[in-house]
T-cell receptor, first 115, second 117 residues
């Protein structure tokens, strides 16, 4: 079946604008994860969803970041009032099982550039 | 908190040779999982191999194998008969076991591997 998909592939925005990044997990996968990959910070965890709920939001870097998941499928990561330090590749992953025992499969990422 | 360390920022090897990428980690957990992911220039993170900490036998996937030393908290990746398509960033990652909830992956800083024709 299809893998994890993310859109847009690339996004260039101006400082202060809001952006929405979308993730479509593998069909049937109950768990969904967002990570950020930047030159300065490496790969860092942002948030995960089990179904539509996000029990752990501690990885979100600031209150400008929010995420939601609807219908147990698509997830949107929203960054408000973007700053240049938000420039990074945002990766989404999904896994089949609700427990933490299953492998996470990644999408191709969205490269965000804040000018 | 868990940490993952990859001490080799870059490596290169001739095609068809064998190369070993190093990874060490620190954790107080007894039950966990270790992974090697590959990230080619396309940006897609691809799972290479996975190891369950409770298994003593080292995982293998075709040309890829690991040397898992639990006591030493070491998890190296060996690539045999290296191919040009193996050129990529390789990330070592750790995940705690959690039967009832989800767990995040903690990544190392990566090793950039170049296969030379």
């Amino acid at each position: 079946g299809a893998g994890v998909s993310q859109s847009p592939s690339n996004k260039v925005t101006e400082k202060g604008k809001d952006v929405e990044l979308r993730c479509d997990p593998i069909s049937g996968h109950t768990a969904l994860y967002w990570y950020r990959q930047s030159l300065g910070q490496g790969l860092e965890f942002l948030i995960y969803f089990q179904g539509n709920s996000a029990p752990d939001k501690s990885g979100l870097p600031s209150d400008r970041f929010s995420a939601e998941r609807t219908g147990g499928s698509v997830s949107t990561l929203t960054i408000q009032r973007t700053q240049q330090e938000d420039s990074a590749v945002y990766l989404c992953a999904s896994s089949l099982l609700p427990g933490g025992t299953d492998t996470q499969y990644f999408g191709p990422g969205t490269r965000l550039t804040v000018l | 908190a868990q940490t993952v360390t990859q001490s080799q920022p870059e490596m290169s090897v001739q095609e068809a040779e064998t190369v070993t990428l190093s990874c060490t980690y620190d954790t107080s957990e007894n039950n966990y999982y270790l992974f090697w992911y590959k990230q080619p220039p396309s940006r897609q993170m691809i799972l290479v191999i996975r190891q369950e900490a409770y298994k003593q036998q080292n995982a293998t996937e075709n040309r890829f194998s690991v040397n898992f030393q639990k006591a030493a908290k070491s998890f190296s990746l060996k690539i045999s008969d290296s191919q040009l398509g193996d050129t990529a960033m390789y990330f070592c990652a750790f995940m705690k076991h959690n039967t009832f909830g989800n767990e995040k992956l903690t990544f190392g800083t990566g090793t950039r591997l170049t296969i030379i024709p």
